[in-house]
């Protein structure tokens, strides 16, 4: 009995021994196997598309980095992945999908595109080869030529993008031709006057104010009260979800605007983030009395970027960045050094505007929700970024909606050769229109176009035209002869002649 015991004994020890080494053995094999994995994942990748780089996964965006840029990946995490590049300011977060293992060449990462330039005509509009000095009235008509130089270094643009980037028109957010009105803050008291008006015309679409220029909020916002402070205004609308529920009701797409980077109620709140005017150490104010933050600075990306996605879940269709842009007519103070913008990444303007964008564009995808930009007119048939970071191509290239605001009054005495552009909307808004559809051709995939269009009149310029019902008309027909369908009407008090919408 004794010896069966042990016999037992004996056999049940074997076994056990066995399998402790057969788990130890699999338990080597599975350890082998990360180790392998480890050892044959890319320890360096490219970046495939510009991108931002965060300080978290969900936290602030740190600095760029451009297509073809060579980093090391120091850590995943699920679809992110933690980067480094040789120079120790640029690591951080970054989605996977922007990494390739695939060594982009140069005319790759930054192509060559065409130049809208002005080309000499005689009277009878035939293009001439040299322009004629001593003639006051030279003619001339603006065309896409091809070049044999990089773009980027001809108008000192930087490390701009022109190659593609992924943009979709999303199923749960359908976009058709929208002819839109601006509703300002103050309108919003009278919605459903707006709303019985759109049933009567053409408009289906609304253009709110998310964010206006003084900082004024739509909607009870935790991102503002939480950067605003003493500074945060109650909002306009106290129960936004019915607000919207309304809108959507009536079938308005809603476009929510924000005044980016001309924010008096964010420049008081937080004097470490503006353009310093160091006449007189406050920050930059153009004639409206109204501060400017500095587009450098990665916390007013991060300040706009969380209002919108706000807005997204609240329901906004689409957000429409405004002032997107460096002010204007400031090269004498730039030249002699009054204004301190904090560049920390050595960006030139174009460069750290199509930055903030491609962030915006990559943040609201997530929610299915567009993109679009206000650029300034002249922008359009400007070869270069008018010292306000505006580029067209650069833009075009980034957003899902481009908006010119092409208004007649805005341009100069001689553009198209019309004496007075404001008195001839249809002329000048169907030349402009063509020129920006031959800016548009430059890209693969460029941003629909969709301009803004005069609902107001200019009497600060001399021989003004009153804009009413048929210079409404003019301008809209001069569009669609030439393929636009969708326009947004501008009028700061909104008010409009409905007659010149139906």
């Given at each position: 009995?004794?010896?069966?015991?042990?016999?037992i004994?004996?056999?049940?020890?074997?076994?056990?021994?066995?399998?402790?080494?057969?788990?130890?053995d699999?338990?080597c094999?599975?350890?082998?196997?990360?180790?392998?994995?480890?050892?044959?994942?890319?320890?360096t990748?490219?970046?495939?598309?510009?991108?931002?780089l965060?300080?978290?996964?969900?936290g602030?965006?740190?600095?760029s980095?451009?297509?073809?840029?060579?980093?090391?990946?120091?850590k995943?995490?699920?679809?992110?992945?933690?980067?480094?590049?040789?120079d120790?300011?640029?690591?951080?977060?970054?989605?996977?999908?922007?990494?390739?293992?695939?060594?982009?060449?140069?005319?790759?990462?930054f192509?060559?595109?065409?130049?809208?330039?002005?080309i000499?005509?005689?009277?009878?509009?035939?293009?001439?080869?040299?322009?004629?000095?001593?003639?006051?009235?030279?003619?001339?008509i603006?065309?896409?030529?091809?070049?044999?130089?990089?773009?980027?270094?001809?108008?000192?643009?930087?490390?701009?993008?022109f190659?593609?980037?992924?943009?979709?028109?999303?199923?749960?957010?359908?976009?058709?031709?929208?002819?839109?009105?601006?509703?300002?803050?103050?309108?919003?008291?009278?919605?459903?006057?707006?709303?019985?008006?759109?049933?009567?015309?053409?408009?289906?679409?609304?253009?709110?104010?998310?964010?206006?220029?003084?900082g004024?909020?739509?909607?009870?916002?935790?991102?503002?009260?939480?950067?605003?402070?003493?500074?945060?205004?109650?909002?306009?609308?106290?129960?936004?979800?019915?607000?919207?529920?309304?809108?959507?009701?009536?079938?308005?797409?809603?476009?929510g605007?924000?005044?980016?980077?001309?924010?008096?109620?964010y420049?008081?709140?937080?004097?470490?983030?503006?353009?310093?005017?160091?006449?007189?150490?406050?920050?930059?104010?153009?004639s409206?009395?109204?501060?400017w933050?500095?587009?450098?600075?990665?916390?007013?990306?991060?300040?706009?970027?969380?209002?919108?996605?706000?807005?997204?879940?609240?329901?906004?269709?689409?957000?429409?960045?405004?002032?997107?842009?460096f002010?204007?007519?400031?090269?004498?103070?730039?030249?002699n050094?009054?204004?301190?913008y904090n560049?920390?990444?050595s960006?030139?303007?174009?460069?750290?505007?199509?930055?903030?964008?491609?962030?915006?564009?990559?943040?609201?995808?997530?929610?299915e929700v567009?993109?679009?930009?206000?650029?300034?007119?002249?922008?359009?048939?400007?070869?270069?970024?008018?010292?306000?970071?505006?580029?067209?191509?650069?833009?075009?290239?980034?957003?899902?909606?481009?908006?010119?605001?092409?208004?007649p009054?805005?341009?100069?005495?001689?553009?198209?050769?019309?004496?007075?552009?404001?008195n001839?909307?249809?002329?000048?808004?169907?030349?402009?229109?063509?020129?920006?559809i031959?800016?548009?051709?430059?890209?693969e995939?460029?941003?629909?176009?969709?301009?803004?269009?005069?609902?107001?009149?200019?009497?600060?310029?001399?021989?003004?035209?009153?804009?009413?019902?048929?210079?409404?008309?003019?301008q809209?027909?001069?569009?669609?002869?030439?393929?636009?369908?969708?326009?947004?009407?501008?009028?700061?008090?909104?008010?409009?002649y409905?007659?010149?919408?139906?």
């Amino acid at each position: 009995m004794r010896k069966i015991k042990t016999i037992i004994f004996s056999s049940i020890l074997i076994v056990a021994i066995f399998f402790i080494f057969k788990i130890k053995d699999n338990l080597c094999l599975k350890k082998e196997t990360i180790i392998q994995k480890e050892v044959t994942s890319p320890s360096t990748m490219y970046i495939s598309e510009l991108t931002t780089l965060r300080e978290s996964i969900d936290g602030k965006p740190k600095n760029s980095l451009i297509i073809g840029t060579l980093v090391n990946i120091l850590k995943v995490d699920k679809n992110w992945v933690y980067v480094s590049t040789n120079d120790s300011n640029y690591k951080g977060w970054a989605e996977q999908k922007y990494l390739t293992e695939v060594k982009l060449e140069d005319q790759d990462i930054f192509q060559t595109i065409k130049v809208l330039t002005d080309i000499p005509v005689d009277n009878d509009g035939n293009e001439v080869k040299d322009l004629d000095q001593n003639n006051s009235n030279q003619k001339f008509i603006k065309k896409i030529v091809n070049t044999n130089f990089d773009i980027k270094e001809l108008y000192q643009l930087g490390d701009v993008q022109f190659k593609s980037i992924n943009k979709q028109l999303y199923k749960n957010n359908p976009k058709k031709d929208i002819k839109a009105i601006y509703i300002s803050l103050n309108g919003m008291y009278h919605v459903d006057d707006y709303i019985d008006m759109a049933k009567k015309t053409n408009i289906n679409a609304f253009v709110l104010d998310i964010k206006n220029d003084r900082g004024r909020i739509l909607f009870e916002s935790p991102t503002a009260r939480k950067n605003l402070g003493d500074s945060y205004i109650r909002p306009r609308i106290k129960n936004i979800e019915t607000f919207i529920k309304k809108l959507k009701k009536n079938n308005i797409y809603l476009i929510g605007r924000i005044s980016t980077f001309k924010d008096e109620s964010y420049a008081v709140s937080n004097k470490n983030d503006i353009i310093l005017d160091k006449r007189y150490n406050r920050a930059y104010q153009d004639s409206d009395k109204i501060s400017w933050l500095s587009p450098y600075n990665r916390n007013t990306w991060y300040y706009n970027i969380e209002l919108a996605k706000e807005a997204a879940d609240f329901g906004f269709n689409e957000i429409l960045f405004d002032y997107v842009r460096f002010p204007d007519r400031v090269q004498n103070l730039e030249k002699n050094s009054k204004l301190v913008y904090n560049n920390s990444y050595s960006e030139t303007k174009p460069e750290v505007i199509q930055r903030f964008l491609k962030y915006a564009h990559d943040e609201l995808a997530k929610k299915e929700v567009y993109i679009a930009a206000s650029v300034f007119g002249q922008i359009g048939i400007s070869k270069n970024d008018e010292n306000i970071g505006q580029h067209w191509e650069s833009i075009s290239n980034i957003v899902d909606f481009i908006n010119p605001m092409a208004y007649p009054s805005h341009y100069a005495e001689g553009t198209y050769g019309l004496k007075s552009p404001d008195n001839n909307p249809f002329t000048l808004l169907n030349y402009y229109t063509k020129d920006v559809i031959l800016r548009n051709n430059n890209l693969e995939n460029p941003a629909i176009i969709e301009p803004w269009i005069q609902g107001f009149s200019a009497p600060w310029i001399k021989n003004y035209r009153s804009y009413k019902t048929e210079e409404l008309k003019e301008q809209i027909k001069a569009l669609r002869v030439e393929g636009l369908h969708s326009y947004l009407v501008w009028n700061a008090s909104s008010r409009y002649y409905w007659d010149g919408l139906k």
